[in-house]
């Protein structure tokens, strides 16, 4: 089945820095999602980008399914920011392994 | 728009017990309905996915079963609850109008 790979697997920043996430997959996709699950587990919808490129707010991603990834960029990361992040793909939603993001006050 | 209802939010079970978490959609009909299991600091496993009611795929072989009994309701079971079943449940809805949605989660703990 298609393999979803997503790095760094941890990550910890300053608060203000900006930060990329990458995610690779395996196989061609045309659909692919960015979710943020908080501290408390609740996973939420970031973008839902199986091409191109999408900002909203502070965040942003790129999707370049011809070479078979998406970068989810974080700018003027906040303490709020901190979570997993997770990229999924297909229909029946492959989900990678996660970033692990700790923002520092 | 779309709203994935799940519950309990947490549950502790004993060994060898049965089981039934419902997940219910909101403001949507006929959406894709997936159940995932996270172990404690991993990704999300998929378990079952459903395109409509009685219609269930299973990812990985196991001791849990699905079912759909409706187009807005989605349940997952176990006749035998093993250690290993313990973990964060997760239910999510895809429609076309929302795109992906997730409930809050049941935190399965099995003793």
């Known amino acids: 089945g298609i393999q979803v790979e997503q790095s760094p697997p941890d990550l910890i920043l300053q608060e203000g820095a900006n930060s990329t996430l990458r995610c690779n997959f395996s196989?061609?996709?045309?659909?692919l999602q960015w979710f943020h699950q908080n501290p408390w587990g609740q996973l939420i919808n970031l973008f839902y980008?199986?091409?191109g490129t999408k900002q909203n707010g502070r965040l942003s991603a790129t999707t370049v399914a011809t070479e078979r990834y998406s970068l989810l960029y974080i700018s003027s990361s906040q303490t709020t920011d901190s979570g997993v992040y997770f990229c999924a793909v297909r229909r029946d939603m492959r989900f990678g392994a996660g970033t692990r993001l700790t923002v520092k006050p | 728009s779309q709203t994935i209802h799940q519950w309990p939010a947490t549950l502790v079970q004993p060994v060898g017990s049965p089981l039934s978490l419902e997940c219910t959609v909101e403001g949507t009909s006929n959406p894709n309905l997936y159940w995932y299991r996270q172990a404690a600091g991993r990704g999300l496993q998929l378990l079952f996915y459903s395109v409509g009611i009685g219609q269930i795929s299973s990812e990985v072989p196991q001791n849990l079963s699905a079912s759909r009994p409706q187009d807005r309701q989605f349940i997952l079971s176990s006749k035998k609850l093993l250690l290993s079943d313990s973990g964060f449940y997760l239910c999510a809805g895809k429609d076309r109008d929302y795109g992906y949605t997730f409930g809050s989660g049941t935190r399965l703990t099995v003793v």
């Open positions: 980008i199986p091409s």
């Open positions: 196989d061609s996709v045309n659909n």
